[in-house]
């Protein structure tokens, strides 16, 4: 399982934040068969890569998936290659629990009553969970087992696909929760002057047994487990059960936190030194961290969908010379939005955050600063957004609109200390490094918060402490990471959400990104579409969204327009190649077709029909959503989308709807311009 939760880690920084996906296959020894990891939105889904390497070998294996699947895009591909039985085979349930000896397992409630020692009991629920060297309900064909780290925290996707997986006769475990409600049996199963005592256990057994999984040590009987060696054995790796939760948790904590608290998740970082100095009396800080401390920022930014600094950094930068552009700097990778929070717009009209050839830049501001500066950014392509009042938990709420999974704080101490007081900050890496510097005035990580005893003071949870070349990098939570447990065990029995229902019970239909309801209508989406070229010949392509960047070049009489369009169709994702596109198209205008603004809505439908045309999940999920305005709820394009306060054109859910009519053969789509949007607000 841990495994599944590193290769789910892997694309980090080099794809923009998404849920992250790893899938492992291992037969009942432990050897791994197959394995896989979702690159980035719209790719190949983990479970599908691993079954693919596994092949014949996944018969009676078990998958392990750190997070449970999404199957945003309607289609169900995740747990089809879960359930989809080997060739010549058919699926059986042997609905029987047992050890892979034959033995009948133990019972844990007769066992209890005999008020085994602590220890025995914990191993006792392990073992009635499963944790053997054999397999539970083996099936004879396809995958026989799903251990499943945690239930996807999202309420339109959470489980949904344990639900289906267990339909179709897999045994499913889930980390943490099938235990949950043995723990149960085992305090039960003790008389009222020993209840005390049970409950002890009780806890015991759920901090401790997290999760099911199948162990390369092999118990063979009920005796051997109990025996000392054995017992160290299984409790060693109740420990890493544990662990193996833990990665789970953490390699998805953007979105746990996401879900959890409706913000991005926000990580705080700074560099001090040994005195806890930011910089000099004077501002200058130039450089008080490593090389190899700023290497680790540039990964952090990379993992993030924004960078956010105040006005006084950019002042203060600018002062010194240092201007920096606030990018992830590694070649090909993904590149964070940079967001300037300034209440006065006191800002140097010369600084490279104003340059968005590459990367997109948010100034926030309170309505009604300086009017003419406004103008000069968005001449410039920056844009501006105003708040009432500009605070941190605004702007958070903002970029949770934006569909933002992750957020890092590189502010001074003011803004510090107004983010970690709104609450807005769920983790902190500070980077100390053995330099002093001094100065009574010199300034500090976070400013005042009104605390004046250190009982009042913020611990941090789940602390680590890293060697970074010289320096000493501090990282740990100033909130835990959210428990996707349920409070009921049997949320299998919970009906999910349904998106056509809530929260869409008005005639407006958002989408945007691909893991939201509705995903399947974003570009972006894994659906290979085939369409012909310049010759007629047709060309598979991996999304709409590779087809519709390389048209851009299409028929330009130049070799290097040439292979732009074939640099566009192999490209990894389609974040990948809406990047390459934009950057051409801004960097080699003279590539691009001239008649490209008459042609590219023409271009963007027929790619449109041939997806929701092949694949008929997809017409249905759009016929559903007939008398509904769709709108693809992208804040900044203007265009294809609605935009932040609707002034979009919204071209991409117009031409959804145009669909939508011709295959109800009607001849005409609502007027989207006269509907009325929440609080006022039209498209």
Known sequence: MKHAADLADKSAGFTS???????????????????????????????????????????????????????????HTAVSALVKPCAGHERQNTGQNAFHDGEPRPSCSVLAHEIIPRAQAILLVVLEMGVGGGSVGEVQAGIGRVVIGIRHPLQHLRSNAIRTLRSEGLQVDVLGEDLRTKHMEVADSFDVAEQGRANQLSLEIKSLCRSVSDSSQSFHSFDDILCPPRMNVALNFVDALWEALKSCLLVNAPLLYRSAFRVPYSV?????????????????????????????????????????????????????????????????????MRIVMSRTLDLPEVANL???????????????????????????????????????????????????????????????ASAISSGVIHKVFAFVAPKIIGGKNAPTPVGDLGM?????????????????????????????????TPVIPSV???SAIDPTLSPYESSIIFFYKTWDPYGSFSNFSPHPIRMPDEDGDYITWSSVEHYYQANKFVGMDDPVARNCVEDIRAARSPEEAARMGRKIQGQRPDLVRSDWESVKIDVMYKALKCKFSIYPHLSYMLLETAGSILVEASPHDLFWGGGRDGEGLNYLGRLLMQLRSEFLGETSVPNERSVTYPEGETI
Request: glycine share 12%.
């Open 17 to 75: 934040p998404h849920p992250n996906f790893g899938c492992v296959i291992a037969t009942g020894s432990g050897r791994v068969v197959g394995e896989g990891f979702l690159y980035a939105q719209g790719t190949k889904p983990a479970e599908v890569q691993a079954v693919e390497a596994a092949g014949e070998l996944c018969r009676g294996a078990t998958a392990y998936l750190n997070l449970e699947p999404g199957d945003c895009h309607g289609d």
């Open 452 to 484: 004046v005893e250190m009982t009042q003071s913020l611990e941090l949870s789940d602390v680590c402490y890293e060697q970074v070349g010289p320096d000493m990098l501090i990282s740990g939570f100033l909130q835990p990471v959210p428990d996707p």
């Open 354 to 416: 104003w340059d968005v050839a590459e990367v997109h830049t948010i100034v926030a501001t309170q309505r009604g600063a300086k009017r003419n500066f406004q103008k000069f950014l968005a001449s410039k392509g920056v844009e501006v957004v105003e708040f009432d009042i500009l605070n941190p938990n605004d702007v958070m709420g903002y970029l949770y609109d934006r569909g933002y999974l992750s957020i890092l704080w590189e502010c001074g101490g003011a803004l510090s």
């Open 492 to 494: 299998d029995e919970t």
């Open 268 to 336: 705080l970082k700074y560099a001090m030194t040994l005195d806890g100095k930011t910089a000099t009396t004077e501002g200058h800080a130039k450089w008080i961290s490593s090389n190899e401390s700023r290497t680790r920022v540039f990964d952090l930014r990379g993992r993030s969908d924004a960078v956010i600094v105040g006005g006084n950094t950019v002042r203060l930068d600018e002062l010194w010379q240092i201007d920096p552009r606030l990018t992830a700097r590694h070649g090909g990778g993904h590149l964070p």
